[in-house]
């Protein structure tokens, strides 16, 4: 009896032990419908009182009353001609002035992301093997290390890597250069239709190759653009800069009516390349690779039924202000003279604060009526009552977005995204599947993923996508779409996945050691 009562006493444990252990999933999914709720009957609040006060308005207005207002009006119009010609032509004016004011709408008509050639294909190992070579087996070790927990996989493009270094680094870098814009560009007009002369605004930006006449003149000279075309080169502003063109363009437009903007981001590889032995240096031959997008804008009304997205907003945080933000990331020699990229290990701090700055910008643009509210409610408990134990409200952006462009800076800049935005794994995999693909493609590594979300016939009408850079300065950039159109697949030209996308996704570990 007593081993029996043992027994059962043990296995009343483990079910007590079991039912605490087990999360309550009932009350969470009760307390994600209830904010649900409180976002729409927020969200819908203005239609809410607003129809009944009609509706009690409308009951309130007999026969009678409407005979009454119609009798005045014609009362007015026969014998105070001249008041009611100055009310309507004032009316008129101002309704003009209004809209004359207003801010042009910029369209994305579409876009092209280029694919290297299958020759420039490149493995992880090839990579350690060649640093290996050329610096000294420590390097090369180093970098196996750093590669298989980058989030990068063995089919990215890394050109001139067999070669390396090259004989000619001015002309090699030249080379790639010419081969994305071109590539990229008799894409986008290809797929468009648009003609070159039509362009009237061109912005380039690459971070480290500025070659004179610049890459913006280059794309003049190849495509015969008209003479008063508005070119901008921009230069050493980073892996965000590509959301600095779109806005910079988005700004010429407002004052350039009815013409088009091309938008060229890329970066240079092979200028890239670092030879030396300073391990904080290493880190861009193991993340960087080719790659590029042109994009075409328009501020023709006419070109909005056949335009993908709509641009919603830009918003930039720059913190260059403070030096440790303004050298965490750096072009510099090292004690050889050997020129490369530095990043510090205050880089990741820096860009969840450069993050916090924009999103707090960002948010009352995006976000619903019901998170701001929340939002702002803990602000206040937190800075006004000083209540510590009130946690900070952390917007949920997925009530904003429905798909997530962050800049593939490294899975351990990813993996932070997540985290801080509260991120799904579905949000995250247009962003991951680009870095395991591409690489970092620095600025251009948005559209890839934008191109990956279009490839997975996952943008339709009304959806609003968030692309979110980071890059030297310190900066942080958002732009924000909407898409105007249902985008398929299977019409879509010139994708860089369209004839891979079925492998994808991939399933991703922490660490991706080299296949035997």
């Not at 709408?105 to 493995?123: A, E, G, H, N, Q």
């Not at 641009?311 to 003279?337: I, P």
């Not at 450069?354 to 976000?367: D, E, K, R, S």
Request: with cysteine; net charge positive; charged share 20%.
């Amino acid at each position: 009896m007593a081993s029996q009562d043992q027994k059962s006493n043990t296995t009343n444990g483990e079910h007590d032990q079991k039912n605490q252990v087990q999360p309550d999933f009932r009350s969470s999914i009760r307390l994600k419908y209830v904010k649900l709720g409180c976002h729409y009957l927020i969200s819908n609040a203005m239609y809410l009182l607003t129809i009944p006060l009609l509706l009690a308005v409308a009951a309130n207005l007999s026969t009678s009353h409407l005979h009454r207002i119609l009798e005045t009006c014609n009362y007015h119009l026969r014998y105070n001609v001249l008041a009611v010609t100055v009310c309507t032509s004032l009316m008129a004016v101002l309704a003009t002035v209004y809209f004359m004011s207003r801010p042009r709408t910029v369209y994305l008509v579409d876009f092209s992301c280029y694919k290297p050639d299958s020759s420039l294909l490149s493995s992880r190992e090839a990579v350690s093997q060649k640093v290996s070579a050329i610096i000294n087996e420590a390097s090369g070790v180093f970098t196996k290390k750093v590669l298989e927990r980058s989030g990068l996989g063995d089919r990215t493009y890394a050109p001139g890597l067999q070669d390396f270094p090259p004989k000619r680094p001015f002309e090699s870098a030249k080379e790639e250069a010419e081969a994305v814009i071109y590539g990229a560009i008799d894409n986008l007009f290809d797929k468009t239709g648009v003609n070159p002369k039509d362009v009237g605004i061109v912005v380039v930006n690459i971070s480290a190759f500025n070659p004179t006449p610049s890459l913006s003149s280059m794309i003049v000279n190849r495509y015969k653009l008209r003479g008063d075309v508005v070119s901008c080169n921009l230069g050493g502003m980073g892996c965000s800069a590509g959301i600095i063109s779109i806005d910079l363009a988005k700004r010429l437009l407002q004052v350039t009516p009815n013409t088009y903007a091309l938008v060229m981001s890329l970066e240079c590889v092979t200028a890239n390349y670092y030879t030396g032995k300073d391990r904080s240096k290493l880190l861009t031959n193991c993340l960087f690779r080719m790659g590029g997008a042109a994009i075409l804008l328009s501020n023709r009304s006419s070109d909005r039924r056949r335009s993908k997205y709509e641009l919603m907003h830009t918003v930039r945080t720059h913190k260059g202000a403070d030096d440790r933000a303004y050298r965490c990331v750096s072009q510099e020699e090292d004690a050889e003279g050997k020129l490369g990229i530095s990043l510090t290990r205050d880089l990741m701090p820096i860009a969840g604060e450069t993050l916090q700055a924009n999103i707090t910008t960002l948010g009352p643009l995006v976000l619903p009526a019901s998170e701001q509210i929340l939002f702002l409610a803990t602000l206040v408990a937190r800075k006004v009552l000083k209540m510590k134990k009130v946690r900070p409200y952390v917007p949920d952006f997925k009530m904003a977005f429905e798909h997530f462009c962050i800049h593939t800076g490294g899975r351990g800049v990813l993996d932070q995204m997540e985290k801080n935005l509260r991120l799904t794994e579905s949000d995250m995999e247009p962003s991951r599947m680009t870095l395991y693909r591409f690489g970092n493609t620095s600025s251009s590594s948005l559209w890839y993923e934008l191109a990956y979300a279009e490839a997975k016939g996952r943008i339709r009408k009304g959806d609003r996508v968030w692309q979110l850079a980071f890059g030297s300065g310190f900066k942080c950039n958002s732009g924000v779409w909407r898409a105007l159109r249902t985008v398929d697949p299977k019409k879509e030209k010139h994708n860089p996945w369209s004839d891979e996308i079925h492998q994808f996704p991939v399933s991703l570990q922490e660490t991706m050691p080299f296949p035997a």
